[in-house]
T-cell receptor, first 108, second 113 residues
Framework: QKEVEQNSGPLSVPEGAIASLNCTYS??????FFWYRQYSGKSPELIMF????GDKEDGRFTAQLNKASQYVSLLIRDSQPSDSATYLC????????FGAGTRLTVKP | DAGVIQSPRHEVTEMGQEVTLRCKPI?????LFWYRQTMMRGLELLIY????????DSGMPEDRFSAKMPNASFSTLKIQPSEPRDSAVYFC???????????FGSGTQLSVL
C-alpha cells in the first residue's frame, strides 16, 4: 500500500467551476499535511498546509482534513486557467512523503 | 534570502561516470531533503538531514548513491557509477522544522546516456 495516494486524474474542469482534489494516507501518526502545486518543468510550491481536523480557507483554496478517515482534500473555487498544474499531496511524520499528484486542467 | 540553490540545472553524462549534485539550503533551516522525481514513480524521498546529520536514508536506491552534508550551508548527492535508470529530476528542499513546509530548489535534470 502506498503511503500517500491521490485520485489518479487527470482532472478537467471548466473555468469558474470548483475543482476537488483528494488524498488518503496510511500513517496514522502523521501530524501535518500539505498541498503543493507544480507547474510543468518547475519545482513544487506550497499552496496550503493544515494540521487540525476541519477546514482551512485561504482565498480560493480550502483544505479539509479528517484524521479519523485519514483523508485530506483541496478545493479550488472559481478555477482559473492559471490553476492548471499538477497538485501534490504531502504528509509529514518526521519526513515529508508525497503522493503521485493529480494533473488539473482548467479549460477557458 | 535567495532560496534553496541547486547546481547544476542540467547534467548530461555517460553511463558509468560519477555525478555530483549540489545544494545550498536556506540559511537557518535545520532540515535538508533530497528527492528524485520521475513520471513513473513521482516524487521520492531519498534522504534527509537534521542539523547536518543524516536521519533517514532508507530511500536511497542502492550503494551507488551517497549524500553528505559537511556543514549547514552545503550538501551533495553523488551517484557513482551512474546508470541510465538514474535519469530524473533531483530536487533539494529545506525546512525550519520537522513539521514545517518545504522550500524546493529549482532541481537538477539528470540525463544518463
Amino acid at each position: 500500500q502506498k503511503e500517500v495516494e491521490q485520485n489518479s486524474g487527470p482532472l478537467s474542469v471548466p473555468e469558474g467551476a470548483i475543482a476537488s482534489l483528494n488524498c488518503t494516507y496510511s500513517d496514522r501518526g502523521s501530524q501535518s499535511f500539505f498541498w503543493y502545486r507544480q507547474y510543468s518543468g518547475k519545482s513544487p510550491e506550497l499552496i496550503m498546509f493544515i494540521y487540525s481536523n476541519g477546514d482551512k480557507e485561504d482565498g480560493r483554496f480550502t483544505a479539509q482534513l479528517n484524521k479519523a478517515s485519514q483523508y485530506v482534500s483541496l478545493l479550488i473555487r472559481d478555477s482559473q486557467p492559471s490553476d492548471s498544474a499538477t497538485y501534490l499531496c504531502a504528509v509529514n511524520n518526521n519526513d515529508m512523503r508525497f503522493g503521485a499528484g493529480t494533473r488539473l486542467t482548467v479549460k477557458p | 534570502d535567495a532560496g534553496v540553490i541547486q547546481s547544476p540545472r542540467h547534467e548530461v553524462t555517460e553511463m558509468g561516470q560519477e555525478v555530483t549534485l549540489r545544494c545550498k539550503p536556506i540559511s537557518g533551516h535545520d532540515y535538508l531533503f533530497w528527492y528524485r522525481q520521475t513520471m513513473m514513480r513521482g516524487l521520492e524521498l531519498l534522504i534527509y538531514f537534521n542539523n547536518n546529520v543524516p536521519i533517514d536514508d532508507s530511500g536511497m536506491p542502492e550503494d551507488r548513491f551517497s549524500a553528505k552534508m559537511p556543514n549547514a550551508s552545503f550538501s551533495t548527492l553523488k551517484i557513482q557509477p551512474s546508470e541510465p535508470r538514474d535519469s530524473a529530476v533531483y530536487f533539494c528542499a529545506s525546512s525550519q522544522g520537522a513539521d514545517e513546509k518545504l522550500f524546493f530548489g529549482s532541481g537538477t535534470q539528470l540525463s544518463v546516456l
